[in-house]
């Protein structure tokens, strides 16, 4: 199933490192780590599209892993 967030990317110490995908309203996603490196960055806030994974578990646990598809840079800080 196929979702649309909008959120603010941050990078988490967690492990060797993780980043995730904090929603306005406050769910978090670990971004799958084949995601396009440009919407890897601290603070950047974003609209992604893309698929919860229900079937990879990872080493941060922070959130349920979103396979990005696609992402539109709202702001960057």
Do not use: C
């Amino acid at each position: 199933m196929s979702i649309t967030v909008t959120g603010t990317v941050e990078r988490r110490d967690i492990g060797t490192g993780a980043w995730a995908l904090v929603t306005d309203n406050g769910v978090t996603y670990e971004i799958s780590k084949k995601s396009d490196k440009s919407l890897l960055k601290q603070g950047q806030k974003a609209k992604v599209t893309g698929q919860v994974r229900e079937d990879v578990m990872t080493i941060a646990m922070i959130g349920p892993v979103l396979e990005v598809k696609s992402f539109e840079v709202l702001s960057s800080d």
